[in-house]
């Protein structure tokens, strides 16, 4: 299924795993986003939680809470190009491709297996992210709109439902 938003277009694919396709333009200059995707003081900026240390070195991007952390092992990394790294038992990969001098394209794809624990809250929730991201990276302001997030939880919900096991 295709959905499309201001300037965000995500799939939903049911099949081996959940998967989230999500195409998502942004006007900012593709060497921005890579920094705010590859760097820890980029990425802290619009997902708190993942820090990106000295990558591709360290090969890993780590998840810190309040109750923890988590390592995500590094399993794609071409400079200004892809990052990919493990999502718990799952992959979240980012591809960037340049439209315009200021104007980058994010092509992001989240596969989860069905078991993974709040799968269609963490689908949703990669949503919300990169809307965050997107304003970020624009310059503008970010404020969660916690009825989005729930009506995106819904229609993930839905479109798992709809799984033929």
């Known amino acids: 299924m295709l959905k499309e938003g201001v ?4 799939r939903f694919e049911n099949g081996k795993h959940a998967q989230l396709t999500i195409d998502l333009e942004i006007a900012a200059a593709k060497s921005e986003i890579w ?3 590859a760097t820890t003081e980029g990425i802290t900026q619009w997902f708190p939680e993942l820090h ?3 990558l591709p070195e ?6 810190k809470t309040e109750n923890g952390q988590e390592e995500m092992t590094l399993l794609e990394y071409v ?7 493990k999502w718990g038992s799952g992959r979240v990969s980012f591809m960037l491709k340049e439209l315009e001098s ?8 989240e596969q989860l297996p069905y078991d993974f624990t709040g799968l269609s809250k963490d689908l949703a929730g990669w949503m919300m992210q990169l809307e965050r991201l997107r304003t970020i990276a624009e310059k503008r302001a970010f404020t969660l709109d ?4 729930r009506k995106y939880i819904e229609e993930i919900e839905t479109l798992l439902s709809e799984r033929v096991i």
Request: net charge positive; charged share 20%; aromatic share 14%.
């Open 52 to 54: 990106a240390d000295n």
């Open 35 to 37: 920094k705010l995707l």
């Open 58 to 63: 360290a090969g890993m991007l780590t998840f």
């Open 79 to 85: 400079e200004g190009a892809i990052l990919s790294f």
């Open 102 to 109: 200021a104007k980058t394209l994010i092509h992001f794809k």
């Open 7 to 10: 300037g965000m277009n995500y």
């Open 146 to 149: 916690k009825d989005t997030f």
